[in-house]
DNA sequence: AGATAGTGTGTATATATTACACATTAAATT
DNA sequence: AATTTAATGTGTAATATATACACACTATCT
């Protein structure tokens, strides 16, 4: 049986890919869908944009309808306007990146039935995604390598206090490769933004790590001068 | 007497910043409009996309309408979606921009009767701009500073055969800093994808400087291996 | 007391960046 | 022919940054 679906206008949505990192892997949030088209597979929330919202509120708002998430600080990456993008008519994507530090929300839970549930997914060996989501993610995921060269987006992904340790193993996953443990610290504390902490690390049987957090004041006085991307 | 405007349904459309470099200045594309809204008013050219192109192919038609330039390499950079940016109704903008050599192309002449004229225009001192489109030129302007110190954008700008001094007072027309001759000379030879070529500047009433060409392949072959952006 | 597992640290070498000044050349002028 | 003009083309020393590399220390567990 065939299902019959509407032909849309001209329209666009939005759509997220929203980054974690977790057990040392950088996991990607997925959507199960609940609607045609590709009704049961795996997507990266997004949605149509609304008549009245700007385009940067709508992709807050169908985020947090998919997902539960909300007030994420989402940046704008590439615009998908290929013609033949949905199957059922022109739809221009606007999407959107973030970082954020898996456990410091509450559960995942769509507020809406567009989305059946939403669940962290590592960005090594992903399931075929709907639409065009395969694309998007991974012009993304060269984007965060990108910058994490040279913006403090690291930080987004751990939680406020970290070792050294674990902003290493961040970057290694991220960039894919090993770093040396002395020249990352010694490059990591010589910027000057990281605070050391009294606080040691807690709950491992070996000799715990001193605590570090991000200070982002201190950040923008340092490179206050340099050309923004 | 009031001009009636019909009501606009969500459209998008596109909007290019194309950067020239002429008489050691940076220079940008404007149009006269010849249409309301914002008749008479200076703008960026930029128009409606249709529903059956994509909106790459769309920025590129658009252009050559309202100015005669075509094929030019153009990259997205970002999409302006907020609520009230025009006054007919909900319009969403992919911006792109574009470098190219001032007077590589035959003159600049819009081919409909959206435009009455193209012309260039020194980017300090523009004049105000229909719409948001001092926005989206301070964006594309931000952009191109940056990626001009990790991309071989300057050489878009320049003609194929061309001086180091001229590549240098590029960099500092663009960066609005000025560079150490010695010093700026090393590192771009350094690079190894400048190609010095056995010609030499002519016309000039002093000593005629080395002409070089940038060597694309090269290049490729220098930073394989490097993260795009 | 010993085993385990990860933390924390220094030095030498190579590479890149910065600061800085003058002789050379081609054309134009006298 | 000699001089003026205006810009080209070049080197070195000092400093900062990046890389390569290994082992003693400490907290916990057994």
């Not at 994507?93 to 059946?116: E, N, S, V």
């Not at 193993?169 to 010694?186: G, H, M």
Request: hydrophobic share 40%; charged share 25%; with cysteine.
């Amino acid at each position: 049986m065939e299902i019959h679906l509407p032909h849309l206008d001209s329209v666009f949505s939005t759509d997220c890919v929203i980054f974690g990192f977790e057990a040392g892997e950088l996991k990607v949030l997925l959507i199960e869908r609940n609607e045609e088209p590709f009704k049961d597979w795996y997507a990266l929330p997004g949605n149509i944009v609304g008549p009245d919202e700007s385009v940067d509120a709508a992709a807050q708002r169908i985020l947090y309808e998919l997902t539960g998430l909300h007030d994420l600080p989402m940046r704008q990456f590439h615009t998908f306007g290929e013609v033949n993008r949905h199957p059922q008519g022109r739809v221009v994507t606007i999407a959107y990146f973030a970082l954020i530090r898996i456990g410091g929300q509450k559960d995942l839970m769509p507020i809406t039935q567009y989305a059946r549930k939403a669940f962290w997914h590592p960005v090594n060996d992903l399931p075929t995604l709907a639409f065009d989501h395969t694309e998007i993610f991974k012009r993304a995921f060269k984007k965060i390598r990108a910058k994490l060269n040279y913006e403090p987006i690291a930080f987004e992904l751990l939680p406020e206090k970290f070792t050294l340790t674990q902003l290493q193993s961040l970057y290694e996953a991220v960039l894919s490769k090993q770093l040396d443990k002395r020249n990352f610290r010694k490059k990591m504390l010589s910027y000057g933004f990281l605070k050391e902490l009294a606080e040691k690390q807690k709950g491992v049987s070996y000799r715990a790590a001193k605590l570090y957090k991000f200070d982002r004041r201190k950040y923008a006085k340092i490179f206050q001068n340099e050309i923004a991307s």
